[in-house]
């Protein structure tokens, strides 16, 4: 089969094995089907981003001996969410949302994961103040998506209920991370998204947007099981993992790397050092 994969880590701290985890479930699929790589650096929120760790991405990668075939940064492409957001408002599916946090947090339901479910408050305001700080939210359908995940089986959830309307742009006038994703999945042609088990539940809102925004069929998705901590929370840059880098510079091979993430990820029984091509083949195989 042909298509496109992507793997697309957001440089705000340096790689971790949970990145270098996904990676590895990205190339093998891509070796399992058959498809080209495309290197997605998500530098949507520019308070968060550094060029230190865009570099780093490249460096990481290549000293693992990942190739891939083609890359974007979101950061360049600002006309081409723009576009996307001038389609959507042509078909009056934007506002802007002025409520604080704390109004949201106060006046609106959680979901059962815990997550805030907007109730529309703003969506019909009737005087539009463009200088006072707001975001703007796309208005998401009451309908159910069914998509299926390649690991996980099926799911039939309604964004309405699982979020309602999200933010598309922040108030700091940043593209957020859901828009952005969406727009580059199109953009890019992405026939395949695997990533991990975490970003799950953003998936049904993502393909709603997606078909908005024109596209009828949405990628076929895999989301791999986690990596943990010690004591049993996933990894995450926020929370300082322990990055890649440090152990590339402190001389470790990735032989040894891959072989320690190949056993804390259950794919070996016990540590034995592993090339990159081992590791991708590895993981090729537990892929259903
Ligand atoms: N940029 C996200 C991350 O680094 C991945 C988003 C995605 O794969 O959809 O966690």
Redesign the pocket.
């Known amino acids: 089969m042909a298509g496109i994969i992507?793997f697309?880590?957001?440089p705000t701290g340096y790689l971790h094995e949970g990145?270098l985890l996904?990676a590895l479930y990205v190339w093998a699929a891509a070796k399992k089907w058959n498809l080209k790589i495309h290197l997605r650096i998500?530098d949507h929120d520019q308070g968060r981003a550094r060029p230190e760790y865009i570099q780093s991405i490249f460096e990481d990668l290549s000293w693992f001996g990942f190739k891939w075939d083609s890359q974007s940064i979101q950061s360049a492409r600002n006309d081409i969410y723009t576009a996307a957001l001038e389609k959507l408002k042509r078909q009056n599916l934007v506002y802007p949302c002025y409520c604080s946090r704390r109004q949201l947090e106060e006046e609106n339901p959680k979901s059962e994961t815990g997550e805030i479910v907007y109730q529309g408050k703003c969506r019909t305001l009737n005087e539009i103040a463009s200088d006072v700080p707001h975001n703007l939210r796309v208005v998401v359908p009451d309908k159910i998506i069914h998509w299926h995940d390649l690991r996980m089986g099926d799911f039939d959830e309604n964004p309405k209920i699982q979020c309602g309307d999200f933010p598309i742009k922040d108030r700091d006038g940043q593209w957020t991370?859901q828009f952005a994703?969406c727009v580059d999945d199109i953009e890019d042609g992405i026939t395949h998204?695997v990533?991990?088990e975490?970003?799950r539940s953003?998936t049904a809102r993502?393909v709603a947007l997606m078909q908005i925004l024109g596209r009828r069929e949405p990628p076929i998705y895999l989301h791999h099981a986690l990596i943990v901590d010690a004591s049993g929370k996933k990894l995450s840059k926020r929370e300082k993992a322990h990055s890649l880098r440090q152990d590339i510079d402190a001389g470790i091979s990735p032989e040894e790397i891959l072989g320690k993430l190949c056993q804390k990820a259950g794919l070996q029984d016990s540590f034995v050092q592993i090339s990159l091509q081992n590791a991708i083949n590895l993981v090729a195989a537990s892929i259903p």
């Open positions: 992507r697309a880590p957001s990145h996904s998500e991370y994703v998204v990533r991990g975490d970003i953003s993502q």
